[in-house]
């Protein structure tokens, strides 16, 4: 994985599109922007900032609401001279991890139908069935494969008209389209991978109280299905034993990378995650 990175702040702003992530949290107190994404760790990120907080507060939402768009972040970053944090997660396993959260197996729940699924959720739902040349329709059975979902993910993100604005947290890229072509790098890089390690050291740098944490990880076996899952239905994922392994082929894996070629560059990921 790549060292800590420093920021290259030598280009100016050209507006909203050159925001350096979706959105993030100004923590002045500690001289930082945090950036995160769902699907990597951003929990853990919200644990940390409330408990070095002077008042704790009362849920994570609080992080959503009071973060500021991306592009104004960056202006406080190059004004201030504040530090600009991202929590960064490998793009392959935070694909699947969305997939199985959101399409397979939530809190222990199968999710067999459009019904069971969460609004957004529904959305990609919806224009997968459109795209397909189908009807949504309430009673619909979740057949969603991964191999589906990510071309649908893919689609969505061609077809956006405004690319400064994500399609959705959980399976939008971490790092803004068009982020790196100006330059900018981020001061500190926490990869999920090493969270524990990387964010307890970063929170020392910084002053801020640390405590272990256990991570909200997705559902995965210890012995995992011998096989490929990519192509099977989601409502049927959960009557096998998965892990994150069966669900990435070359195929799948290309279609990441070409997905997340923004994460891929910003964060000098190899193509498939370790073992």
């Known amino acids: 994985m790549p060292a800590t990175c420093r920021s290259a702040r030598s280009q100016p702003f050209a507006g909203e599109g050159w925001a350096v992530g979706w959105r993030g949290y100004i923590d002045r107190r500690h001289?930082?922007?945090?950036?995160?994404?769902?699907?990597?760790?951003?929990?853990?990120?919200f644990e940390l900032l409330a408990d070095n907080m002077r008042e704790r507060p009362a849920a994570k939402r609080y992080f959503h609401s009071h973060s500021t768009?991306?592009?104004?972040?960056?202006?406080?970053?190059?004004?201030?001279?504040?530090l600009a944090v991202i929590l960064a997660r490998h793009p392959a396993s935070r694909a699947v991890s969305a997939y199985i959260n959101k399409f397979c197996l939530y809190r222990g729940q199968r999710l067999e139908t459009r019904a069971a699924l969460e609004p957004f959720a529904q959305d990609l739902h919806d224009r997968f069935v459109t795209w397909s040349g189908g009807t949504p329709s309430e009673e619909d059975a979740n057949v969603l494969t991964f191999e589906q979902f990510l071309e649908t993910v893919a689609r969505m993100q061609a077809?956006?008209?405004?690319?400064?604005?994500?399609?959705?947290?959980?399976?939008?890229?971490?790092?803004?389209?068009?982020?790196?072509?100006?330059?900018?790098?981020?001061?500190?890089?926490?990869?999920?991978?090493?969270?524990?390690?990387?964010?307890?050291?970063?929170?020392?740098?910084?002053?801020?109280?640390?405590?272990?944490?256990?991570?909200?990880?997705?559902?995965?076996?210890?012995?995992?299905?011998?096989?490929?899952?990519?192509?099977?239905?989601?409502?049927?994922?959960?009557?096998?034993?998965?892990?994150?392994?069966?669900?990435?082929?070359?195929?799948?894996?290309?279609r990441i990378a070409e997905i997340y070629a923004p994460d891929y560059d910003m964060f000098g990921y190899p193509l498939a995650p370790e073992a």
């Open 31 to 45: 001289g930082a922007v945090f950036f995160w994404s769902q699907k990597a760790a951003c929990t853990t990120l």
């Open 69 to 82: 768009p991306g592009h104004r972040c960056r202006r406080v970053i190059e004004q201030e001279g504040l």
């Open 159 to 254: 077809e956006k008209k405004k690319p400064w604005l994500p399609i959705n947290g959980h399976w939008e890229t971490q790092v803004p389209p068009g982020l790196g072509d100006t330059g900018f790098r981020y001061d500190e890089i926490v990869h999920v991978e090493r969270l524990e390690e990387e964010l307890s050291a970063l929170a020392g740098r910084m002053g801020m109280k640390w405590r272990s944490r256990t991570l909200n990880r997705s559902p995965v076996a210890k012995a995992p299905h011998q096989g490929y899952l990519g192509d099977i239905p989601a409502r049927d994922v959960a009557s096998h034993a998965f892990g994150h392994g069966n669900f990435l082929s070359d195929a799948t894996l290309a």
